[in-house]
């Protein structure tokens, strides 16, 4: 056999997605939810009064876990079907329950339906690890409530802002993420037992025509399966529209941690704001001062590959014909999987970088006195005309000095001088002892302490309450 090293691995599962993500979309996982479903069916069929004996429902339960890997390879080697090649595995290992296993059931049965309960438990590990990068963030926010920070729009100074409220423009969009993936899992229907084509004729056949025992049927097992409602409604698939709203709704979660990491390694060039740095970590293998931004680059990266993902499913809906087209198959092996271990993943390299960022206050102090003289242009206006003089002059002595100041800064690479020139300026002389509170950061951020506060308070707390039993301890660790 050749060593792993030798074949491709997916860095998906082998770098960065957490044990918890990789098994929900393992082989082991898929396989013996197959073996449960087709247990939760005959012990259904038997309750409505199919001959399945007890013992032959006992024995299933006992082999759920007992699958022989190699022989499953063989059969579907020979057999070329995945579901006929596991049903004669676990026949093979429930050798008396072997002639009711898949009683009345087509392939869809075992592969819709656990595609359904893999997407509801990775909905539920994304809704609560969401919840936690949220509650993050929102720490973070209320401790930077305060703190004066430069506003950008087109990455150009505007007008003050605080890193507390930033940090709520990026916790906002993970909040509308975690309501669209509780909605997406709460609303997610079962297929159930529909038989071939959705018409449910072999289990009618089965009851001799009963269509209430079939109604039942197809609701305990359902119920079984942990749903609260199924679909009325399917070809022999449940409809591929299911798999484009879920994966469109995880694919949010990727292009909310683009903006954020984006947003950060801005930042982070500007020596504001930092994503932790290991004690022994390299930044540049030639540069050896580099501290470059890894984490966040590592998830703009994967939020692409996740928002591409979007596509391919909405593809498959509009190329399954009449009630199914196996050209479907191979693709949502691929897409599904995928989409979600690169979902866990950005969250959980997110979690890593909320929970340790760095702040630098007197850089973001440095580049506000950089720019507040200019700001300050209207609220000095308003100061000496209170003071006694008059606007118009007033104003075209600002305009010339702001133009003065200005020069030195872009011409000159100087610091704004713009106060000192006021300072100097007699004209100036009735409001230069209260230069500095005129021009005190804390006067030109607005309401965004309350409004930070009102967010969390109102929105944020509320919304993550029911996820913090089930908080992970620790920080999440990267592999690399």
Not at 298 to 307: E, G, I, K, N, P
């Given at each position: ?159 003050l802002t605080t890193l507390g409220k930033r940090s709520c423009l990026w916790l906002q969009d993970l909040l509308i993420d975690l309501k669209q993936l509780k909605a997406t899992a709460d609303n997610l229907s079962f297929r159930g037992v529909k038989g ?230 007699e004209y100036f002389g009735s409001i230069h002892n209260k230069l500095g509170d005129i021009v005190n950061p804390s006067n030109f951020i607005g309401r965004a302490p309350q409004q930070v506060e009102k967010f969390l308070k109102e929105e944020v707390f ?19």
């Amino acid at each position: 056999m050749a060593e792993p090293q030798s074949r491709y691995r997916s860095p998906l599962t082998d770098r960065y997605a957490s044990d918890e993500m990789s098994f929900v979309f393992s082989d082991r996982n898929k396989f013996e939810t197959w073996r449960k479903l087709w247990t939760l069916l005959a012990e259904s069929e038997q309750e409505l009064g199919l001959s399945i004996t007890d013992e032959q429902i006992t024995e299933m339960r006992d082999n759920i876990s007992n699958i022989d890997w190699s022989r499953a390879a063989d059969e579907e080697k020979a057999r070329r079907h995945d579901v006929m090649a596991h049903v004669h595995t676990f026949g093979a290992a429930a050798p008396k329950a072997a002639p009711i296993i898949h009683l009345g059931a087509t392939s869809c049965f075992v592969g819709d339906n656990t595609d359904l309960i893999v997407m509801r438990d990775g909905l539920r590990i994304l809704c609560r690890k969401l919840a936690q990068c949220c509650n993050s963030l929102a720490n973070f926010a209320s401790e930077h409530k305060s703190l004066p920070q430069l506003g950008y729009t087109h990455f150009q100074p505007a007008q003050l802002t605080t890193l507390g409220k930033r940090s709520c423009l990026w916790l906002q969009d993970l909040l509308i993420d975690l309501k669209q993936l509780k909605a997406t899992a709460d609303n997610l229907s079962f297929r159930g037992v529909k038989g071939t084509t959705g018409t449910q004729a072999s289990f009618l056949e089965l009851f001799n025509g009963d269509h209430d025992k079939v109604e039942q049927l197809d609701k305990l097992v359902t119920e079984k399966a942990g749903f609260t409602s199924k679909f009325t409604i399917t070809g022999q698939t449940y409809t591929r529209k299911i798999d484009s709203i879920v994966i469109n709704a995880v694919a949010g979660i990727g292009s909310t941690i683009h903006k954020f990491c984006t947003d950060l390694r801005l930042l982070a060039s500007l020596k504001e704001l930092e994503e932790p740095f290991a004690q022994k970590q390299i930044g540049s293998s030639a540069m050896p001062y580099k501290r470059n931004p890894m984490r966040s680059e590592r998830c703009c990266s994967l939020a692409r590959h996740l928002v591409s993902l979007t596509s391919s499913p909405m593809h498959t809906h509009a190329n399954q014909w009449f009630e199914r087209t196996l050209d479907d198959s191979a693709n949502r092996r691929v897409v599904l999987a995928e989409a979600f271990l690169t979902a866990d993943i950005l969250l959980n390299t997110a979690q890593n970088i909320m929970q340790g960022m760095v702040v630098y206050p007197k850089v973001i102090e440095k580049h506000i006195l950089e720019e507040i003289p200019f700001m300050a242009t209207e609220n000095l206006l308003m100061s000496m005309v209170k003071a006694g003089a008059d606007r118009q002059e007033c104003h075209e002595k600002l305009r010339v000095l702001s133009v003065e100041a200005g020069k030195q800064v872009k011409e000159f690479g100087k610091s704004n001088d713009m106060l000192e020139r006021i300072r100097d300026d007699e004209y100036f002389g009735s409001i230069h002892n209260k230069l500095g509170d005129i021009v005190n950061p804390s006067n030109f951020i607005g309401r965004a302490p309350q409004q930070v506060e009102k967010f969390l308070k109102e929105e944020v707390f509320p919304e993550i309450e029911p996820y913090k039993s089930s908080f992970d301890k620790e920080v999440p660790r990267l592999n690399v």
